[in-house]
């Protein structure tokens, strides 16, 4: 755009003639393209590496909580508790993680939210969160 206004000023000799030669040519142009494209692509794989290096930060950390949860898990194996407390247990630990997640993601989100109903990772589904009594929270 600024190229061609300039470019079209000094045709109809509107522009200072000091700047004729500089106007008109064409390997300033050149250049000044060159720097312009490399910037612009430079800057955009560089956005491009930070999303995806977000990406998988999010889920290296949802990966990590699961193999958490797991091992919790795998451990009441050896409990000499009731079946039921274990099976009580391992659910509450199941919800209590999802609801882990979705607070992570929320505060991960940035939003400028002005209450909890406003931030969409939120609106996420969580694995049975009516099944949490209130002493357990």
């Known amino acids: 755009g600024i190229a061609c206004m300039l470019k079209y000023l000094a045709l109809r000799a ?11 040519n064409n390997a300033a142009w050149t250049g ?20 995806w290096e977000g990406c998988t930060a999010i889920h290296s ?10 091992a919790l ?9 009731d079946d039921q407390k274990i099976r009580n247990f391992q659910s509450l630990l199941v919800r209590l993680f999802s609801m882990l997640h979705a607070a992570a993601l929320g505060e991960i989100e940035g939003s400028e939210a ?3 109903d406003d931030v969409h990772a939120f609106e996420m589904e ?5 099944g949490i009594d209130e002493e357990s929270l």
Request: aromatic fraction near 18%; include cysteine.
């Open 14 to 24: 509107i522009l200072p003639p000091e700047w004729d030669d500089t106007v008109l």
């Open 32 to 51: 000044f393209s060159v720097l312009v494209g490399f910037l612009i692509i430079f800057r955009t794989s560089q956005s491009y590496l930070r999303f």
């Open 61 to 70: 950390m949802r990966a990590q909580w699961f193999d958490a949860c797991s």
């Open 73 to 81: 898990i795998a451990f009441c194996k050896y409990s000499k508790v």
């Open 114 to 116: 002005e209450g909890i």
């Open 126 to 130: 969580l694995i049975d969160a009516h």
